[in-house]
C-alpha cells in the first residue's frame, strides 16, 4: 500500500524559504499508473487545507490562492518524490505539512507523519 514520508521542515523567519519533499513508499513515476498528490497543512487550531495539487503524469499544478507565486510543486523522478519548494514564507504558512495520493481534504491514508514548518520572527 502506497504510503509517503514528507521531511524537509524547519524553523525560518519571514520571507526565507524551505524545501520539503514527499517520498513515496512505491514507484509513483510508473508509466502505468498515475497519481495526483496534494500537500497539505494544518495550522494550530485549525482544519486541514489543502496547498498544492499536482499530476505526477503531467507536472501540472494547482495552488492554493494565497500560495500561488510563492509556492512550486514539482516532481523528482530520481528520489521518487514531489518536492514543494516554499518561498517568501508568511507566519501564517506555519503549520504541519503532509502529503497524499489525494487532492481534496483532509490528507488521506497514504500520509505520512508530516514535517512542521514555522515561520516566525
Known amino acids: 500500500q502506497l504510503q509517503f514520508v514528507e521531511s524537509g521542515g524547519g524553523s525560518v523567519q519571514p520571507g526565507g524559504s524551505l524545501r520539503l519533499s514527499c517520498v513515496g513508499s512505491?514507484?509513483?513515476?510508473?508509466?502505468?499508473?498515475?497519481?495526483?498528490i496534494g500537500w497539505f497543512r494544518q495550522a494550530p487550531g485549525k482544519g486541514q487545507e489543502g496547498v498544492a495539487c499536482?499530476?505526477?503524469?503531467?507536472?501540472?499544478?494547482d495552488y492554493l490562492e494565497s500560495v500561488k507565486g510563492r509556492f512550486t510543486a514539482s516532481r523528482d523522478n530520481a528520489k521518487n518524490a514531489i518536492t514543494l519548494q516554499m518561498n517568501s514564507l508568511k507566519p501564517e504558512d506555519t503549520g504541519i505539512y503532509y502529503c497524499?495520493?489525494?487532492?481534496?481534504?483532509?490528507?488521506?491514508?497514504?500520509r505520512g507523519r508530516g514535517t512542521q514548518v514555522t515561520v516566525s520572527s
Open positions: 497524499a495520493a489525494n487532492c481534496l481534504p483532509p490528507a488521506g491514508g497514504s
Open positions: 512505491e514507484n509513483i513515476f510508473d508509466y502505468t499508473t498515475f497519481y495526483t
Open positions: 499536482i499530476s505526477t503524469m503531467t507536472g501540472s499544478a
